[in-house]
């Protein structure tokens, strides 16, 4: 973390910090296990129109992630790694676009909590902070529709 943003006020963090809450039609266990089961990401993740070309999920302390997908536009790279994992209450990891030449970009923090609300499950998504708003809102759009995917991946599950 540089000197600027370690004195940075929360007013002026906030605003490049992303979170979305999201209630799922499946218990905990199994949302839990949609993000932490390469099999299982590889099936849902990515904005709708993206088609998972690889997934690597090491799902300890440490563990790698790497996910590349393509739409008919476009190729995206993700890579990150895991810094807490509570099965099944939550999961933690870094994350950065890798372009085509293998450098990364702007690092975020992905945290996600997993509540048990009966049979369903809410999830509580937060990622920051983002290099700008525009960023952040860019992430929104993606994310919003990943999470659709998940929820049609987890009703073929029932």
Request: aromatic content about 8%; glycine content about 6%.
């Amino acid at each position: 973390m540089s000197a600027a943003s370690s004195n940075a006020h929360p007013a002026e963090t906030a605003d490049r910090e992303l979170v979305i809450t999201r209630v799922f039609d499946a218990p905990r266990e199994t949302v839990f296990k949609a993000w932490t089961d390469p099999d299982c990401l590889a099936k849902w993740w990515g904005p709708r129109g993206f088609v998972v070309l690889s997934c690597v999920l090491e799902s300890r302390m440490g563990g790698k992630i790497a996910i590349r997908a393509q739409s008919d536009e476009r190729i995206i790279h993700a890579e990150g790694v895991v810094r807490e994992i509570v099965p099944p209450e939550k999961l933690a990891f870094t994350t950065a676009w890798i372009d085509q030449n293998g450098n990364a970009g702007h690092e975020t923090l992905v945290t996600l909590m997993f509540e048990p609300i009966g049979a369903k499950t809410r999830l509580i998504f937060r990622q920051g902070l983002f290099e700008s708003v525009n960023a952040r809102d860019l992430h929104q759009g993606g994310w919003s529709s990943a999470f659709d995917c998940l929820a049609e991946y987890l009703a073929t599950l029932a």
